[in-house]
DNA sequence: CCAATAATAGACTAAAGAGTCCGAAATCTG
DNA sequence: CAGATTTCGGACTCTTTAGTCTATTATTGG
């Protein structure tokens, strides 16, 4: 709907990192399984997010990936454009040639608010803020829901 | 981004009938000529549209497609659920499984707001206020850009 | 009825997205 | 240094979406 597959993977990785509070390097195949995620694809998109520089990466044993620089430096936004660039954001909602220039059809301006708010949501709050509101306990990120029933 | 681009292709099409104001059918080659769509993906489309009830359709000459209600009855939401489904509204952001049920991720407030927001624009106005909206003159739709330049 | 026309249906091809596999290269341990 | 471990890179397969082609069916006009 919004993000490719390997976008939402890239979210969810991410968020989880941020709110794991590891200290040293966690390894993809971890990753992986915790978030149940197909790991070699898993891997590709580390990847990505370690050249755009929001994942620091080692090889060899104790190696593994971690967030390249404070969690409260870093968007949801910046991930998002690590992975899935931010083009889809500057279309048409029918595909059409951008034509904003003064001649919009009926459609543009309440995409373009929408458009706005997705912007907002991924640029608005950093990882670390996030983070907190996982820690706090009212929010679950992982699949298994509570096993409490 | 955020439709198909049978979907796309879908609403372009019946806004263009919608404001074309034709009295009779408009053959799904004339569409697809005039929206620049690929003749044979269209005529699929104008096929579910029409299965849908959205359009009536007429074989042999003097055949075509036409709004099978008229335009103030029909939203656009119509459109896209005949083409993409409704599915991808249900979706969690993050591809996870959908965990309203209070305990929501710190995402999910704000992306529901988002698709609230989607869904209003899809079901709020209908294709007869938009037509009026594009022939009031400050609207265009065809690719070709008033050729004035 | 006959021929032309236009939608309909379904098989088919092309391209993109998602996911897998394997062979490096780097890093740690001993 | 040897061997285990883990990321990195590219090639590969599978699935879905996009787009093409062909045959069929219904309709109109002569
Ligand atoms: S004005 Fe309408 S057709 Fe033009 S870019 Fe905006 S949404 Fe698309
Ligand atoms: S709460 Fe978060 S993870 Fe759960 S469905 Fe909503 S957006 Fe997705």
Redesign the pocket.
């Known amino acids: 709907m919004l993000f490719?597959?390997?976008g939402e993977y890239g979210l969810q990785v991410v968020l989880h990192l941020a709110a794991g509070q590891h200290d040293g390097f966690v390894?993809?195949?971890e990753l992986a399984d915790r978030c149940d995620i197909?790991?070699?694809?898993l891997?590709?998109i580390?990847?990505r997010l370690?050249?755009a520089g929001i994942l620091h990466?080692?090889?060899?044993?104790?190696?593994?990936?971690c967030l390249a620089r404070p969690a409260t430096g870093i968007t949801l936004l910046e991930v998002v454009q690590a992975i899935d660039g931010l083009d889809g954001f500057d279309r048409c909602v029918l595909g059409l040639e951008p034509c904003d220039d003064g001649l919009p059809c009926p459609m543009h301006d309440h995409w373009h608010r929408l458009k706005e708010g997705v912007l907002e949501m991924l640029s608005g709050r950093n990882l670390g803020e996030l983070a907190d509101d996982l820690l706090s306990g009212n929010t679950t990120l992982n699949k298994e829901k509570t096993p409490a029933g």
Chains 1, 2 share one sequence.
């Not at 990466?57 to 990936?65: D, I, Q, R, T």
């Open positions: 490719s597959k390997a390894t993809v195949r197909p790991f070699h694809f891997s590709k580390c990847g370690a050249q990466s080692s090889k060899g044993p104790a190696g593994g990936v």
